[in-house]
Protein backbone atom coordinates (compact mmCIF):
# COMPACT_ATOMS: atom_id res chain seq x y z
CA UNK A 1 0.00 0.00 0.00
CA UNK A 2 1.46 3.52 -1.23
CA UNK A 3 1.90 6.07 1.39
CA UNK A 4 -1.09 8.14 0.41
CA UNK A 5 -3.50 4.97 0.75
CA UNK A 6 -1.78 4.05 4.43
CA UNK A 7 -2.58 8.05 5.43
CA UNK A 8 -5.86 8.28 3.86
CA UNK A 9 -7.19 4.88 5.45
CA UNK A 10 -6.04 6.23 8.81
CA UNK A 11 -7.57 9.24 8.53
CA UNK A 12 -10.78 7.81 7.28
CA UNK A 13 -11.13 5.21 9.57
CA UNK A 14 -10.27 7.34 12.46
CA UNK A 15 -12.86 9.73 12.13
CA UNK A 16 -15.56 7.68 10.87
CA UNK A 17 -15.39 5.28 14.12
CA UNK A 18 -15.77 9.11 15.96
CA UNK A 19 -18.94 9.85 13.65
CA UNK A 20 -19.66 10.78 10.18
CA UNK A 21 -17.82 13.24 8.41
CA UNK A 22 -20.29 15.90 7.08
CA UNK A 23 -20.55 15.94 3.69
CA UNK A 24 -21.89 13.78 0.46
CA UNK A 25 -18.82 13.50 -1.76
CA UNK A 26 -15.38 12.82 -0.97
CA UNK A 27 -13.96 16.24 -2.12
CA UNK A 28 -16.46 17.88 1.06
CA UNK A 29 -15.34 14.98 3.50
CA UNK A 30 -11.46 16.11 2.24
CA UNK A 31 -12.37 19.81 3.29
CA UNK A 32 -14.20 19.10 6.59
CA UNK A 33 -12.53 21.27 9.48
CA UNK A 34 -12.85 19.09 12.10
CA UNK A 35 -11.30 21.76 14.38
CA UNK A 36 -13.96 24.83 13.64
CA UNK A 37 -16.73 22.11 14.05
CA UNK A 38 -15.46 20.66 17.08
CA UNK A 39 -15.80 17.34 16.02
CA UNK A 40 -13.06 16.73 18.46
CA UNK A 41 -12.54 17.58 21.89
CA UNK A 42 -8.45 18.60 23.31
CA UNK A 43 -8.90 14.91 24.04
CA UNK A 44 -9.88 13.31 20.89
CA UNK A 45 -6.88 15.55 19.24
CA UNK A 46 -4.55 13.91 21.85
CA UNK A 47 -5.75 11.16 20.82
CA UNK A 48 -5.69 11.41 17.08
CA UNK A 49 -2.22 12.62 17.37
CA UNK A 50 -0.65 9.72 19.72
CA UNK A 51 -2.58 6.64 17.46
CA UNK A 52 -1.31 8.07 14.23
CA UNK A 53 2.54 8.48 15.75
CA UNK A 54 1.92 4.80 17.06
CA UNK A 55 0.36 2.97 14.64
CA UNK A 56 2.19 4.85 11.65
CA UNK A 57 5.44 5.09 13.30
CA UNK A 58 5.45 9.17 12.83
CA UNK A 59 6.60 12.25 14.85
CA UNK A 60 4.36 15.19 14.80
CA UNK A 61 6.19 18.47 15.16
CA UNK A 62 5.15 21.77 16.50
CA UNK A 63 5.21 23.18 12.96
CA UNK A 64 3.07 20.23 11.82
CA UNK A 65 0.96 20.76 14.50
CA UNK A 66 0.23 24.52 13.97
CA UNK A 67 -0.02 23.97 10.19
CA UNK A 68 -3.41 25.12 9.28
CA UNK A 69 -3.68 21.91 7.26
CA UNK A 70 -3.36 20.22 9.91
CA UNK A 71 -6.98 21.20 11.10
CA UNK A 72 -8.88 19.81 7.79
CA UNK A 73 -9.01 16.06 6.92
CA UNK A 74 -6.85 16.17 3.68
CA UNK A 75 -4.92 18.87 4.79
CA UNK A 76 -4.15 16.10 7.81
CA UNK A 77 -3.35 13.31 4.98
CA UNK A 78 -1.59 15.27 3.20
CA UNK A 79 0.96 15.79 6.87
CA UNK A 80 0.75 12.10 7.75
CA UNK A 81 1.54 11.17 4.08
CA UNK A 82 4.83 13.61 3.88
CA UNK A 83 6.26 11.85 7.39
CA UNK A 84 5.40 8.37 5.93
CA UNK A 85 7.52 9.23 2.85
Sequence with gaps: MDNHKIAKSFVLDFFGNIG????????QHLDYDYVQDQMLDSFGLITLIVEAESKLKISFSSEDLENPEFKKIGGLIRIIESKLG
Excluded: V
Design 20 to 27: RIPGDTEA
